[in-house]
């Protein structure tokens, strides 16, 4: 049976049912016709392109003319899931127009069907703006890389009594701000729970335990694109790195002995016409 498109409708009835949500990052057409396939329920054109696309040792350097252009792959790429899109660094803290503006170049060029903002109480009059204007939002509060230079780097947050109580009410400010779900980053599994089940919109958790709504993994990580650094919070479904690399050093290897192309790769050509040739 054909799946039909997943809306910000479908994600809130799915928490209200107790179906949990899953959703990937990805940034290009392939990987988004992929995971699209496969049934995912929500994809994040997420600003970590920095770091896994472009090579970047953080988000920060992630433009909004980059958001939009791998934001049109993956929705050129997707036929059902709900596209979410991340607000880079510095494209909505100067003011709240620039943010909302910069929202609404996402959805009308780049063709998200929602936006993802980090922060928590202090973004939320920008978010009830971004609602207003028929803009849906997903908060992103506990580990937000955008300021992982103000937290000394990436670590657990929440563990505290002030910081657990500041992220539920963030979480609850970003709710009454109008916000449809939030990502729940590197907050103790207990703690996300609690939040969970406080609130009426679905939380994303990405390495906040299985008590959340639904979860978030880079499709790099899942799918174990490097050998290098994985978080704690990522389970690597299949190792591509090793295939890959082994693919790729069996093609050399038969480009140099003249075993490719063979001729079942190769076209013909009657011998009269090379006869022909002077």
Do not use: W
Not at 23 to 40: F, K, L, P, Q, S
Not at 59 to 77: E, I, S
Not at 148 to 173: E, P, Y
Request: glycine share 10%.
């Amino acid at each position: 049976m054909e799946r039909k498109p997943i809306t910000t409708s479908t994600i809130r009835q799915m928490k209200e049912e107790g179906t949990p949500i899953s959703m990937i990052t990805a940034y290009d057409y392939a990987m988004a016709r992929n995971v699209d396939e496969a049934g995912i329920d929500m994809i994040l054109v997420g600003d970590s392109l920095g770091n896994v696309m472009l090579g970047y040792s953080s988000t920060l350097p992630v433009t909004m003319d980059a958001m939009v252009h791998h934001t049109q792959a993956v929705v050129r790429g997707t036929k059902t899931a709900l596209v979410v899109a991340d607000m880079p660094f510095m494209s909505y803290q100067a003011s709240e127009e620039e943010g909302l503006r910069n929202a609404g170049r996402l959805m009308k060029e780049g063709g998200s069907a929602a936006v993802k903002i980090e922060g928590g109480a202090e973004v939320c009059q920008l978010v009830k703006k971004m609602v207003t204007a028929g803009i849906p939002v997903v908060g992103h509060i506990g580990l937000t890389p955008q300021s992982v230079n103000q937290f000394g780097g990436f670590k657990v947050q929440g563990k505290d009594f002030a910081a657990a109580q500041k992220l539920l009410d963030d979480a609850k400010a970003l709710e009454a701000a109008g916000a449809f779900a939030v990502v729940l980053e590197c907050v103790p599994a207990a703690l996300a729970k609690k939040v969970t089940e406080q609130l009426t919109i679905p939380t994303i958790g990405i390495g906040a335990g299985n008590g959340c709504s639904g979860q978030v993994l880079v499709c790099n990580d899942l799918l174990g694109f490097s050998n290098g650094f994985s978080p704690k919070f990522a389970k690597k479904y299949r190792n591509l790195h090793d295939e890959i690399v082994g693919a790729v050093s069996e093609y050399i290897s038969d480009v140099r002995d003249r075993s490719f192309p063979g001729p079942e790769h190769s076209f013909k050509i009657d011998e009269e016409v090379l006869e022909k040739l002077y």
